[in-house]
């Protein structure tokens, strides 16, 4: 039988292993150079405990070649979880001529304190019968068995109690940031406008004027923190409608450089639009939030510096580059840019936001089956690329069997 220099090996594998099945991979071909069997089958019980599934299948040996026609010990499986013992099958006659019609086989509960959390079931096909040493190992390797899947439980909790712990993190510095972000420009409304409303002051129409430009600017950049903290809400619900109909990314951003000219005469915006750029299929309005967005982004963390714009097409469709000229992100926060909530720990603590707005633009581009990621060096500035797939009529059909002609939700 197996000698005790091999049991300890093959705990020692199980505990450098990452998983069970890469575990097993190791175990399996290790024993069976001492204990015959050509399949092995690891039943994992459903969240119910009423059922059963295959979590992990082998083929070793004999019977390889016909491995998807054979049984694999399903009814056998079935028997041991109802009875929550040992069974052994083995043909009547060792003489059978096709031995793959009828296996020997031994399946095994797999129990911690009563508990069972799985089954396991070896297959040999032509014999020989399974001897008494050998379904004692079977027994001690399912005991062994139970252990690594509690092991695994354990690591998979665990880890699920690390990622609510971080989202219950994420979510105490979002709430105290929006507080922070909400009682800012309510402050300054709130400040002028009992200023202006002062019965022993007498204003000036500059100085008028200048107070409710002031209020007026703190009123939009309210606006737009609950128009993100709406789009957020919407994306977690699987409720963040979109309307998509051909459209042209150049008349998009002519249309937002316009309306920034108006609003901000001093930003120096430099575009630069490639020929013959084409179509694209995609929600104008939620097209032009990303581009607004990235151009806000640029004023908030890249003051005083220009925007170049380059639209141009790409291989795989159009591609639309966004490119300050600020301080740049360092290379160890670039990958989490665009997650929610995420906001770069060393930036200005003077510079207001949530870690909402990059959030929502990956959302929106990944829901137009767009690509969307950053580059920077700290010094030269940021460009965000942003690749949008080009009308096809393969897309398009794609994208109406899954969401109907006009409308649908991202979730």
Request: hydrophobic share 40%.
């Amino acid at each position: 039988m197996i000698p005790i220099s091999e049991l300890l090996k093959i705990k020692q594998m199980a505990g450098q292993a990452e998983s069970i099945k890469l575990a097993l991979d190791k175990i399996l071909k290790l024993i069976r150079d001492y204990f015959i069997f050509d399949n092995f089958v690891l039943y994992r019980l459903d969240p119910d405990g009423n059922s059963v599934d295959v979590h992990y299948a082998k083929s070793m040996g004999r019977g390889k070649s016909a491995e998807a026609d054979v049984a694999w010990g399903d009814l056998l499986a079935t028997g041991i979880l109802e009875k929550r013992s040992l069974i052994l099958q083995q043909p009547n006659s060792l003489t059978q001529s096709d031995r793959l019609k009828d296996p020997f086989l031994l399946g095994l509960p797999i129990l911690i304190k009563e508990e069972l959390l799985g089954i396991c079931v070896f297959i040999r096909y032509g014999g020989p019968v399974y001897k008494e040493e050998e379904i004692e190992f079977c027994k001690y390797f399912a005991d062994e068995l139970g252990l690594w899947i509690l092991k695994d439980e354990y690591h998979s909790l665990l880890q699920e109690l690390n990622t609510r712990s971080r989202a219950t993190q994420l979510q105490e510095e979002f709430i105290q940031s929006i507080t922070h972000e909400l009682r800012n420009p309510l402050g300054f409304i709130k400040g002028y406008a009992t200023t202006l409303l002062r019965a022993d002051a007498d204003w000036n129409p500059e100085t008028q004027k200048e107070f409710l430009q002031i209020i007026d600017h703190e009123t939009d950049s309210l606006e737009e923190l609950i128009d993100n903290l709406l789009d957020s809400a919407r994306l977690q619900a699987g409720q963040f409608e979109m309307t998509f109909q051909p459209i042209s990314i150049e008349a998009i951003l002519n249309d937002i450089l316009q309306r920034n000219q108006v609003n901000r005469p001093e930003l120096e915006i430099r575009t630069e639009f490639a020929e013959n750029i084409p179509m694209v299929e995609g929600d104008p309005r939620r097209l032009a939030q990303v581009f607004e967005n990235l151009i806000s982004n640029t004023i908030k963390y890249a003051p005083q510096t220009a925007i170049d714009i380059l639209v141009e097409p790409v291989k795989k469709g159009i591609q639309i580059s966004f490119r300050d000229h600020g301080p740049g992100i360092p290379k160890k926060y670039l990958p989490n840019i665009f997650d929610r909530f995420f906001r770069n720990p060393e930036q200005s603590v003077s510079i207001h936001g949530t870690g909402l707005g990059l959030f929502i633009c990956r959302q929106i581009i990944e829901s137009h089956h767009g690509e969307i990621h950053a580059v920077s060096k700290v010094g030269e500035g940021t460009t965000i690329r942003i690749l949008l797939p080009c009308i096809t009529q393969k897309n398009r059909e794609s994208r109406e069997e899954k969401h109907g002609r006009k409308n649908f939700s991202s979730g």
